[in-house]
C-alpha cells in the first residue's frame, strides 16, 4: 500500500489479496469469495456471477459509471501484477482450503541446531539470511493443485470423515484420496534420510545420516535447505542431517544475468563437455569463484581450464620416457631444482589441504594450476632436461594427477591408468605424504630462479639476439653456469674480474648483460618512455574502476579483467621503476 497514491479510501479484499487477507485476521473482517478456481464470478447474488473476471470488471466499470459513481478521467500508472513465469497469465489470488504444516518448533529446533554449532554454514556470513528466514517461517501451505508429485495421504469418506494413512495402511471403501500433491519442497526436504531406507534404521541410515557436508547453492538456502533442516530433526529425533553447509554462489551469464530458459541466456553444459571436455568446464566452473558469490560464466576460463588438462597430459609424455619401472614413492634428489621442485610440491599440498579443509575450492584449483603449469612445467621440466632424475621425475608427475585429480578427475585418471605402472586407480590411491628435501638447496634455485627471470626481462629489451651474461665473484653462478644459460636463453654464462654492461636489478647478485655503453643510453631511453607510458595506462585503468556506473553496469567478467590489468600494469611499474633504479 503506497499511502501517497490514491485517494485515501482504500479496498478490503479479503479472500483474493494476501496483504488484505492478513489486515482481515487481524480485525475481523469477513473473507467472501467472488469467484471459482476457473476465475469465473460466482455466489455474489448479481447480474455479474457467471461472468469472466476480466469481463466482469469492465462491466462493473461500466455500471458504476451509468450510477454517476465513477469519474471519466483516466490516469495512466505502473501497477504491481503478479504474473505466471511459465504462461505469462495474470495470478489471482483466491482463498481456498489448503493443507500447511505448523511450522513454528521445527524452524526453532533448525535455528537452534545453526545457533548451538550443532551445524556450521560456510561462509558464516550466510547464517544471518538462514536465521532471518528460519525465524520468521508462517506456517507453511504443502499442498498443490499439480499433477505431478507425491499425492497428499489424506482420504474423505462419504459422511465427511478425514483420515491420514500410512504407506501399509489401505483405505476404507469407497473412501477417496485427495487430489492435490505435495510441495516440491516437501518432498525434497525428505532426501536426507528417506532415500537411505527410512523409516527402516537400516544399515545406509546408519552410515550416512547424518551426512558430513551439504554442498549447494545459496539461493535454495530457505527453499530446500532449511526445510531439511526441519524433517531431518524431526524424523531423526533431534540429529541434523548434516553437520556443515557449504553454500556457493550462482553461475551466471556473461552479463551478470540469471540464466534462464526463458530469457534463452541458459549455457548447455553438454555442448561445452563436447568441445573442450568434462574436466575443462569442470575447472573452469570452479575459477575464480569466490564462497557465495555470483559469478558470470567465463568460456575463457573453461579454455585455460582445457590447456591445463593438454599441460598435465604433454608432462607425463615428456617425463613418461625417462623414468623407467621408477613408481614415485622415494624420490631421491641430487640438483638443487630437484629439492626445490619437492620444496614447491609440498607446499602446494599444504595449500591445497587448507583451503579444502575451508571450503575454498577456487583458491585450492588455483595452486594446483598455478603449481603445476609454472614451477614444474616452465621450470623444473626445463632445468630436468640438463641432469634427468628418473626417481623425482616420477614423484613429481604422480603428485601433479594426485593433487590435480580433485579438479580434474577425468584426465589425471587417464594418465594414471596409460603409464600402466600402477595396479589401482588414481581415485583410489593415497594423498600425497610428507617428503624429505634440502631448504638449502631448493633457496639456492629460488636465488637463481629470480636472476634468470631478470635476465630474460631484460635480454627481451635489447637489440642483437641472444645475450651474454657476466659475473663478478659469484659462486652460486659459477657452479650452474649451464642452468643459468638454458633456462634464461643466453648466448653464454661467463666469469669476469671486472664486469660492466647492464647490471641485473637482483638482491645479492654480482651479474651484468654484456652490452655497449650506446646501448645502454638507448635502453634507459626505452625504460624512461615505457614507466611514462604505464604510468598513464594505470591512471587510465585506476579512473575506469573509480567510477561506480562503470563497475555496476559493465559485465561483470569485463571488470574482472580491468582489476586484472591494473595488477599487471602495477607489478610492471615496479620493476621499470627498480631496473631504470639500478641504471
Known sequence: IYPEFGTGAVKVTAAHDPNDFEMAVRHGVPMIIIMNEHGVMEGTGTKFDGMDRFDARRAVVEELRKDGLLGWEKRPYSHSVGHCSRCQTIVEPRLSLQWFVKVAPLAKAA??????????????????????????MHDWCISRQLWWGHRIPVWYGPDGEVK????????PAGWLQDEDVLDTWFSSALWPFSTLGWPDNTDDLKKFYPNSVLVTGYDILFFWVARMMIFGLFAMDGKQPFDTIVLHGLVRDKFGKKMSKSKGNVVDPLEFMDKYGSDALRLGIIAKRSAGQNQAFSTASVVAGRNFCNKLWNMARFIEPHINEQTGESPEPKTIADHWVIARL?????????????????????????????????????????????SVLAWVLETCLKLAHPFAPFVTEAIWTTLERH????????????????????????QLRSLITEARFVATELPGGKQTLVYGADSLIADNEELVARLA???????????????LAVPNREAWLEVTEEVLYEHQSKLETRLGETKARISSLRARLDNPRYVEQAPPAVVEETRSQLEEQEALIARLSKELEVL
Do not use: C
Request: charged residues 25%; without cysteine.
Open 111 to 136: 535455528g537452534d541446531a545453526v545457533r548451538s554449532g550443532k551445524v556450521k554454514i560456510s561462509p558464516t556470513e550466510m547464517e544471518p539470511r538462514y536465521f532471518e528466514w528460519v525465524d520468521g
Open 164 to 171: 491420514v494413512l500410512g504407506p501399509d495402511e489401505v483405505a
Open 346 to 390: 609440498v607446499a602446494a599440498r599444504e595449500a591445497v589441504e587448507s583451503h579444502l579443509e575451508g571450503y575454498r575450492f577456487a583458491e585450492a584449483s588455483d595452486t594446483v594450476y598455478h603449481t603445476v603449469w609454472n614451477d614444474v612445467a616452465d621450470w623444473y621440466l626445463e632445468a630436468s632436461k640438463l641432469e634427468p632424475n628418473p
Open 423 to 446: 595396479t589401482t586407480p588414481l581415485i583410489s590411491t593415497s594423498w600425497p605424504a610428507t617428503t624429505e628435501f634440502n631448504e638449502i638447496a631448493s633457496s639456492e634455485f629460488e
Open 489 to 503: 636463453r643466453l648466448a653464454a654464462v661467463r666469469h669476469t674480474d671486472q664486469p660492466k654492461g647492464l647490471r
